[in-house]
């Protein structure tokens, strides 16, 4: 959608994918966007974090890869109980590698505390803040947008 990558989903196995389809007959494969083009190839639904979760709930599957974050599946499992989650394992076979480092530091103390003292503070030059807040308004277009027909 944009050039760019993102350190967790560029970890993804395509290997341990198509062994996980193998092992997992049935089950359906939810990606963000973000994963390289062979692990998209491969998925039954690209979309957001939103879409995936909304994915999950209808889609009347019992298994699912997840190819993102793996801290979404405790979401999934709240939303649609009863349903088997499978995180996609990164290039090193563990699933440790496809947790973001930068996500865990989103904490709601660290939250408060950049809203109640203002900072950290990322001073950007223009051109670059411009340009880095196009994407951002896109997803959340995405995310605001019905989802369509079939998704």
Not at 8 to 13: A, C, N
Not at 61 to 83: C, D, N, R, S, Y
Request: net charge negative; with cysteine.
């Amino acid at each position: 959608l944009w050039p760019g990558t993102c350190v967790v989903h560029e970890q993804f196995s395509h290997r341990a994918l198509v062994e996980l389809k193998l092992s997992h007959a049935g089950a359906r494969v939810a990606a963000h966007p973000e994963c390289p083009e062979q692990i998209l190839a491969l998925a039954d639904h690209v979309g957001s974090t939103s879409s995936i979760l909304r994915y999950v709930q209808s889609d009347p599957a019992a298994a699912f890869i997840i190819a993102t974050e793996p801290g979404i599946i405790h979401q999934m499992e709240k939303l649609a109980p009863g349903k088997t989650y499978i995180p996609l394992p990164g290039s090193s076979g563990e699933c440790a590698c496809n947790a973001c480092p930068y996500m865990r530091r989103n904490t709601l103390a660290n939250l408060h505390a950049c809203l109640r003292d203002g900072s950290p503070r990322l001073d950007l030059p223009e051109p670059l803040r411009l340009a880095a807040l196009r994407p951002l308004e896109r997803m959340l277009e995405m995310a605001a947008a019905p989802a369509p027909a079939g998704d």
